[in-house]
């Protein structure tokens, strides 16, 4: 069983820039560390992913540029850097975790997740 933590979430001006940390528990081998995010009425959708061993990155066309994906193995967490953050970036973000090979971007290949953190960004 694996657990997930985040933090870092909040209020921020448009333009602004919020940190995002996910730090896993437990039997804690993955292959794939995922960001997903969720407005009110819309699905959960890809943000980033990062692969634990190699670092590997992927990112939604929306986020990238802005966003950046990282890992302190040391610490055994993963970041979300949002940069240039815009209202419609404002949604509940979740970390997930994929124990199986192969890069995914559907919520349904994750395994485990995180209990969500809010990012609201004001206009």
């Known amino acids: 069983q694996v657990q997930l933590v985040e933090s870092g979430g909040g209020l921020v001006q448009a333009g602004g820039s919020l940190t995002l940390s996910c730090a896993p528990s437990?039997?804690?081998?993955?292959?794939?560390m995922g960001w997903f995010r969720q407005a009110p009425g819309k699905d959960r959708e890809f943000v980033a992913a990062i692969t634990w061993s190699g670092g590997n990155t992927y990112y939604a066309d929306s986020v990238k540029g802005r966003f950046t994906i990282s890992r302190d193995n040391a610490k055994n967490t993963v970041y979300l850097q949002m940069n240039s953050l815009k209202p419609e970036d404002s949604a509940v973000y979740y970390c997930?975790?994929?124990?199986?090979?192969?890069?995914?971007?559907?919520?349904?290949?994750?395994?485990?997740w995180g209990q969500g953190t809010q990012v609201t960004v004001s206009s």
């Open positions: 437990g039997r804690t081998f993955s292959i794939y």
């Open positions: 997930a975790v994929r124990n199986t090979l192969g890069l995914k971007k559907n919520p349904a290949d994750y395994d485990y």
